[in-house]
């Protein structure tokens, strides 16, 4: 991690109109959001790739290819990060690039806890990880999603993510929706 690095701070922009949502639901939860680098090995970001995976599972019949442990060696290479989104302290959500090759790098567990979604952390942690995609100097991001994922495909779309053939190991997994953003 860098030294000059800080944290990126985020606040609702819409404070009185999320408040007055979380009041209908019964959880008014002013919150700051960080969101920064941190190691996956952490029991907090296990917790959350723990929760993706169930989420996963229970989406579909069998998972699809990738689904399963998260190998922490996979960030700890150059041009790679993990990023935990963190509100009030407590990890609510998590995403990562991975390198693919020199030109271009994948987004890899984007998971935001159910409690937080709808906030726009999501759309934040997605941010972040473009922010670092342009400073390691890649060209292109990509990543896999299901299509029992609807609000995922909804969140890249409007990243300005598109459809792309499914990239290995997804190749044949008829679950999968490949996307890809130049950047």
Do not use: H, W
Request: with cysteine; glycine share 6%; aromatic share 10%.
């Amino acid at each position: 991690m860098r030294s000059n690095y800080r944290p990126n701070l985020l606040f609702p922009e819409n404070f009185a109109s999320l408040c007055t949502r979380c009041l209908r639901k019964g959880k008014c939860i002013p919150q700051m959001i960080t969101i920064a680098q941190e190691d996956p090995s952490s029991p907090d970001v296990q917790r959350l790739l723990s929760a993706f995976v169930d989420e996963v599972k229970k989406r579909y019949d069998s998972p699809p290819a990738d689904v399963g442990i998260f190998d922490p060696a996979l960030v700890a290479v150059p041009r790679s990060v993990f990023l935990v989104a963190r509100a009030d302290g407590n990890a609510v959500g998590c995403g990562a690039l991975v390198p693919v090759d020199e030109n271009s790098v994948e987004v890899k567990r984007m998971f935001v806890a159910p409690t937080q979604r709808g906030l726009g952390i999501a759309t934040k942690i997605l941010d972040e990880l473009e922010r670092f995609a342009r400073q390691f100097d890649y060209d292109a991001m990509r990543l896999e999603t299901g299509i029992r994922q609807p609000e995922s495909i909804a969140l890249y779309g409007k990243a300005g993510f598109y459809r792309i053939p499914n990239f290995p190991p997804f190749e044949s997994d008829s679950s999968a929706v490949c996307f890809e953003k130049r950047i």
